[in-house]
């Protein structure tokens, strides 16, 4: 007899796929940018990489005005994902994928974006999936954390890049995370939200914070948003919000400080089984 306890997170694990399981999980030799900012990985390591100085003439973004999309890309299995990337994300300033495999490169499909920056998760033989920040703008900084799910083993990553603001002496903090699922309680998925607490602490420009958090029991969610509250983050809502909501819970969402949203939108989409969202901001 199974357990009461379990069914949610078989349910989960059935409704959104437990079925791949890592074959290895040494990444060091993976390319993990397209730009020669080396990866930093770990919270503190992060956390000092983004403490160090900037360069005077690094590259930035525009802040009256800042493109953002957010999609949990499913691994691109659909033929039609690209497409799909290329109409909604094509003109982006910032485009934050989950689930992103490193062999497609999404940056094919986008006309504005030029750099990207993996943290990878789980590595089989044929496939290097994990979470991509992709963007119009070289990074200052690029790291990564990576956690494992505790019953299957498979790495879920959070990639960290930081980005200079143009005419201002703020940089812009970019958290891209697709958070651990399949747990009974909620320790697991603390230890990880919370190294987004730790990387963040000295930071004292704008922030996004964005992506699949797995949010689909409200002790998850409560966790996040003590942390989000703790770092004066603002979660963004949608007018028409459909995202989509296992166990009537929302599991996509995005966190801002430091900027306002001038729009929001989200797309309903058959090549996923997440609908992106669609952002401008502005500082």
């Known amino acids: 007899m199974i357990d009461k306890n379990l069914l949610p997170v078989i349910t989960v694990a059935l409704l959104f796929g437990c079925s791949t399981v890592p074959m290895q999980r040494d990444s060091a030799a ?8 080396p990866a930093v990985q770990g919270s503190e390591s992060c956390q000092a990489a983004m403490a160090l100085p900037d360069a005077e003439d690094a590259p930035s973004l ?46 094919d499909a986008l006309d504005r974006a030029q750099f990207w920056s993996f943290a990878p998760g789980y590595k089989t033989s044929s496939a290097s999936t994990g979470v991509m920040t992709l963007s119009n703008t070289t990074p200052l900084t690029h790291c990564y954390l990576t956690d494992h799910e505790p019953w299957l083993g498979s790495p879920k990553a ?20 697709h958070a651990v699922n399949f747990t009974l309680g909620v320790a697991d998925f603390e230890r990880q939200i919370l190294k987004i607490e730790s990387v963040l602490a000295d930071h004292s420009g704008p922030v996004i914070v964005a992506g699949d958090f797995n949010t689909w029991r409200q002790r998850r969610l409560a966790v996040l948003l003590a942390m989000t509250e703790r770092l004066d983050l603002n979660e963004l809502s949608f007018d028409v919000d459909d995202r989509v909501t296992p166990f009537g819970n929302i599991v996509d969402r995005v966190f801002v400080r430091g900027l306002n949203a001038v729009e929001t939108s989200i797309e309903v989409v058959d ?4 609908n992106p969202m669609s952002i401008t901001l502005s500082m």
């Open 158 to 177: 959070i990639s960290v890049t930081e980005f200079g603001l143009a005419s201002t002496n703020d940089t812009l903090a970019v958290i891209n995370v």
């Open 62 to 107: 525009d802040p009256n005005r800042i493109d953002l999309f957010v999609w949990n890309m499913k691994k691109g299995a659909h033929p039609e994902s690209f497409s799909d990337l290329q109409r909604m994300a094509g003109n982006k300033d910032l485009v934050l994928i989950q689930e992103a495999r490193l062999e497609q490169q999404p940056i």
């Open 30 to 37: 993976q390319q993990l940018a397209n730009h020669n900012l």
């Open 271 to 274: 090549t996923s089984d997440h």
